[in-house]
């Protein structure tokens, strides 16, 4: 630089702005403007430009917790500057739990048809004795109104199913195996008119919040007579002793609905309670939430009491089975290639094998223990069949919220056995069975094999059984304890060939305390009894007349209908006729 170079020529030459400074001219530019700037220092160690193996949560958080994570995320954090570069992460702006991946894999177009409505079913005896299971309700000596449902037993089965019906329902769970499986589609069990008004809709979960606190009961009255439990069946379940065939014997029973009980109606006129019901529609209502197969209650209000009664040739009376699978029993149109595994067959054999098992474990030989008074529905003139041993224990329970407001409930429950011990009264029994049709057909729900498991692993059988029939396994409970029965007795039968449906062996029977197995089974009576007070509640707000509660088929809801007064007459109308088609045969 020459020596007469002076500083002030040197400012001279600057480029002077418009405001009069100098020095690089301000930017206009703000693209930049909000974006994070990150700290550095000159210490810092040149790391990764792009760090993708960090693993975040949707906060911006590591997740790593251990301590490689801390030595990773936190060692280099001492260095001013590191550790900034959460600021430049990706923050999510929305929740990523709405995402789900779209399956595109092809599935059947063809609807399945499943279980539901079952039409009259008649068992008959081998003397072609008149009667059914469920052949009766109102009228005649099998139906019409006035009459009593009364039940023989006997190997020929006449089935009057017809093809409606669904299967399937709430409490499918889709597992890893049949994610590509379409939900099977079914009919209701009774046909929805476009007279019926929708009073009210419930779903399950609103059911299962419900609660309500009553005592154990008291007797108003008991019926009937019961023969002694034979103990010779109380051998070890599963051991080859303790094997026995299943004989059909002929007995008569009665399930009459509660508006045609004789003895409801006398307890009514003399206001004894506000609610009437049978122990078979009665626990049906309780164990709603864990029912999958459509069915339907009808309720009847006169005045201040309200009656719970069943349709004639309703699904209630039947025993359902593998009801609660995964991956229930298929219907013939599905594909099953297997009639006798239908579920209007299995239906029919389980509630065939009920009736006779419940017959073979008592001992007619030792005499019977008699109930104040005799059966209210048999008459000696019209019935030639023998009785079958069966008490009736009319119960009332106390549903009151207060005092100012009493509700009580009167039900007709059922007994089948007593024991003989050391006091004079005795022990009471409820007697059912579970049935195994064929551990290896479609819809067994991964049952074990009850004669090669039955002795070693009674547990895990019974653990799956309470899985596969969860509503049938709570609807006996709740009818035991309804009952206040002092045990329930569960039979396991078996097919003595699993392709032939009518030959059956007893494979041994298990004692249980009902109010222990409904611990086991966690069956809580209080949401049972919320249950049946809410559902009498919105009947009781709405005006006289006839009402018809019906579980939606696909959805896990009830809903209530208000029905013409003459609603199912005709169904009550041809009980005459066909009782006289019965006997013409």
Known sequence: MS????????????????????????????????????????????????????????????TNRGRQGYNRNYREQQVYGAGTSSLFSYQHGEDEASF???????????????????????????????????????????SGRGGFQRSTTGRGQDNRFDSRGGRGGRGRRFGWKDWDKPQRNRDASVAIKPEWKMVEEIDFNRLAKLNLETDDGEDVDSYGFLYYYD?????????????????????????????????????????????????????????????VYPWDIVIVREGNKVFLDKREGSQI??????????????????????SI???????????????????????????????PHANPFYNAEEDSEPLGSKAYRYRRFDLSLNEEEP??????????????????????????????????????????????????????????????????????????????ADAMKLGFVSRANPK?????????????????????MNLNLSNGWGIVRTIVDLCMKMPEGKYVLVKD?????????DVPANTFDDEEDEGPSADADEKAE
């Not at 400012?11 to 690089?24: F, K, Q, V």
């Not at 003397?127 to 005649?140: F, I, L, T, W």
């Not at 239908?342 to 509630?351: F, I, R, V």
């Open 407 to 484: 509700m009580r409930l009167i039900v007709r429950t059922e007994l089948d056995a007593v024991v003989k011990t050391g006091n004079k009264e005795g022990q009471f029994l409820t007697v059912k069975a579970l049935n195994e049709f064929d551990d290896r057909a479609q819809g067994a729900g991964g049952a074990l094999n009850w004669r090669a498991k039955l002795s070693s692993q009674l547990g895990a059988i019974v653990t799956t059984e309470m899985k596969n029939n969860s509503c049938k396994l709570a609807r006996w409970t709740t009818q035991s304890i309804l009952a206040k």
């Open 341 to 371: 595994n239908a579920p209007q067959a299995l239906s029919m054999e389980a509630t065939f094998i009920n009736q006779n098992f419940a017959i073979q474990t008592v001992n007619e030989s030792q005499g019977k223990y008699e109930f």
């Open 500 to 520: 032939d449906a009518n030959r059956h062996v007893i494979l041994g029977v298990v004692s249980f305390k009902p109010r222990e197995f409904a611990n086991q």
């Open 553 to 561: 088929p696909n959805k896990p809801v009830l809903i209530l209908y």
């Open 317 to 338: 009376d039947f025993v359902s089975v593998n009801e609660n699978a995964s991956d229930p029993p298929l219907e013939t149109s599905e594909g099953n290639k297997d």
């Open 3 to 62: 020596s007469d170079f002076q500083l002030s020529s040197l400012i001279a030459s600057l480029r002077e702005s418009e405001d009069g400074a100098w020095g690089p001219p301000s930017s206009t530019d703000s693209s930049l403007n909000e974006v994070p700037y990150a700290p550095y220092s000159k210490g810092d160690k040149l790391g990764r430009m792009a760090d993708w193996t960090q693993e975040t949560g949707k906060d911006g958080q590591p």
């Open 231 to 291: 103990r010779a069946n109380d051998r070890a379940a599963g051991a080859k002793t303790a094997e026995r065939r299943l004989v059909v014997q002929d007995r008569l029973f009665f399930n009459p609905t509660t508006s045609d009980d004789p003895v409801i109606q006398q307890l009514a006129e003399q206001n004894e309670a506000t609610i009437f019901a049978t122990d078979s529609v009665l626990s049906m209502l309780m164990c709603a939430p864990r029912s």
């Open 100 to 142: 789900s991946v779209v399956d595109n894999t092809r599935t059947s177009a063809k609807p399945r048809a499943g279980f539901g409505r079952g039409g009259g079913t008649i068992f008959r005896g081998r003397g072609g004795a008149r009667g059914g299971a469920q052949s009766g309700g109102r009228g005649g000596t099998s």
